[in-house]
């Protein structure tokens, strides 16, 4: 029955579509440009299928979430990059920076809280180093003894290790024997040189970020990787970044998940730019699914997409929604998001999967299962 359903949608597709979607059928890597030819002519419904045939052999109807919450310890940035709507000057309105003692009071909330993570990103401020950021790390574990401490992007990283006058790869054992569990994916935006010139110039490039998460795979800390999506770039940068990411994963295999950020307009220097449609949102988990053959999970980060699109993601690649995030971050919500205060309850988080028929499986950081929700 399911076969013949393929096959009626398939009658509509050309036959260079056709070919790559047997490819993935028989569990084959699609090459870059199969990649782009699904980006650029393939239907939505078949990648909705192509998608969710591959998350569901590798997942099931498994769909995770866990109990976070994030720091973002300032909005205080070195760099001043197009899209971003959080960065503030050091000394200028709006500009914050929480002190130590305000960041462990925040985490003293948690004690006795089934939270399993606290993410921690923020600005490159200039005065602060690996040390300083690692002293906060080490008082946070002995507040939270059990918490997985998923902090810094590598872009975040690059500055405070050169601070430190370490190099990468002992800037990060120093932040692991503080306390550092594993890296988030952010600063990854987008790798090509023709779009990364032009709207993050200044910050760390992409041989750096890709560098400083191999290293970190090889100290034993494993990450994420994100793109920024739907500004100026088009589908072959798209395809560009996916290709260096399969290609550093099958180097390393640390890499956990994959999440697609999706540019958001306000109060940033490219706020002339539409923002994509939901289609397109869509399209892009497909795509990353279909491609990324070697990352275990691709991520639906709700705060910036939304939960209605979270949700219908479920059934284009997406096996992970991220988490409970209490009102924590404001990145998003900065940049126009429609949640505001983004928080949802464990038992939100149980229904939006419930609804679009996945079982909801709260994990920990790196995918152990800490209970399933029949
Ligand atoms: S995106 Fe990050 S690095 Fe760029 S300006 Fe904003 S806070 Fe700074």
């Known amino acids: 029955m399911k076969n013949n359903i393929y096959t009626e949608i398939l009658l509509h597709e050309s036959s260079e579509i056709i070919a790559i979607a047997e490819k993935v059928f028989r569990f084959e890597r699609i090459t870059p440009e199969e ?54 000057k050091i000394n200028t309105e709006g500009a914050w920076e929480f002190s130590k003692e305000d960041i462990l009071e925040k985490v003293k909330q948690y004690i006795g809280q089934p939270v399993t993570e606290v993410h921690i990103v923020g ?91 191999e290293t970190a ?56 730019i539409e923002e994509t449609s939901s289609v397109e949102d869509l399209k ?5 699914r279909i491609f990324l053959d070697n990352f275990p999970h691709i991520k639906a980060y709700w705060p910036s997409i939304g939960k209605d699109i979270a949700q219908l993601s479920l059934s284009f690649g997406v096996d992970d929604i991220d988490g409970t995030i209490d009102d924590s971050t404001k990145i998003y919500s900065m940049a126009g998001a429609e949640d505001k205060n983004p928080k949802m309850t464990t038992e939100d988080l149980v229904l939006l999967i419930k609804e679009a028929k996945r079982v909801a499986v709260e994990r920990d950081t790196v995918y152990n299962t800490v209970k399933i929700y029949n």
């Open 123 to 213: 600005g490159v401020h200039p005065n602060r180093d690996l040390h300083y950021y690692g002293d906060i790390l080490s008082e946070i574990k002995k507040i939270l003894p059990n918490i997985h401490i998923k902090a810094f992007t590598a872009v975040e990283l690059e500055f405070m290790i050169k601070k430190s006058k370490y190099s990468i790869e002992e800037g990060l054992k120093r932040l692991k024997e503080y306390g550092l569990d594993s890296i988030p994916g952010g600063g990854a935006e987008i790798f090509h040189p023709d779009i990364r010139s032009q709207v993050c110039d200044e910050k760390s490039s992409s041989e750096n970020w890709l560098l400083i998460h």
């Open 35 to 88: 990649g782009l030819i699904l980006f650029q002519k393939a239907e939505l419904s078949l990648l909705g299928i192509l998608a969710n045939f591959v998350r569901e052999t590798k997942h099931g109807d498994k769909t995770y979430f866990n109990r976070n919450f994030h720091i973002e310890p300032t909005n205080i940035c070195i760099y001043n990059c197009k899209f971003c709507s959080y960065v503030r």
């Open 217 to 272: 795979h090889k100290v034993g800390l494993p990450s994420n990787a994100t793109i920024l999506y739907g500004h100026i770039e088009n589908y072959s940068h798209r395809i560009d970044h996916l290709k260096k990411l399969r290609e550093l994963q099958d180097k390393t295999g640390g890499f956990n998940t994959f999440i697609p950020l999706k540019f958001r307009k306000e109060n940033n220097r490219l706020s002339h």
């Open 284 to 288: 892009n988990y497909a795509v990353s």
